[in-house]
């Protein structure tokens, strides 16, 4: 059973707007610090952002501050990334990941105790 399932990618146009939603069936998601990461072929898996569990401190790698939103939505076990002024190099596979609460903003995928499948986010030039 997958327990975080992600979507809302697709092919966009640069400079254009996608928002991917990642639910979860945990029932203690609210409890958990939620990031998303992104890998690119051939590249490393990176971190993009987090949101702590309260929902009240944002973490964002410098490469997506003012263009990338992070928000959660607890009623709907959600967590949401609303990416804008999309660019060619933002393409890759986005992935959701719950941390423990301490671990709010942690850049690695190791901190993270449950990882969703993906979904591909292609910016054309």
């Known amino acids: 059973q997958e327990q975080l399932v992600e979507s809302g990618g697709g092919l966009v146009q640069a400079g ?5 939603s990642c639910v979860s069936s ?39 501050k003012g263009r990338f939103t992070i928000s959660k939505d607890d009623a709907k076990n959600t967590v949401y990334l609303q990416m804008n002024s999309l660019k060619p190099e933002d393409t890759a596979v986005y992935y959701c990941a719950l941390a423990q ?15 969703g499948q ?8």
């Not at 958990?32 to 790698?61: C, H, L, M, N």
């Open 16 to 20: 254009g707007s996608l928002r991917l």
């Open 26 to 64: 945990i029932s203690t998601f609210s409890t958990y610090a939620v990031g998303w990461f992104r890998q690119a072929p051939g590249k490393e898996r990176e971190f993009v952002a987090a949101i702590s569990w309260t929902g009240d401190s944002t973490y964002y790698e410098n490469s997506v």
């Open 101 to 115: 609460g301490a671990y709010f903003g942690s850049s690695k995928i190791y901190d993270y105790d449950y990882r």
């Open 118 to 125: 993906g979904t591909q986010v292609t910016v054309s030039s």
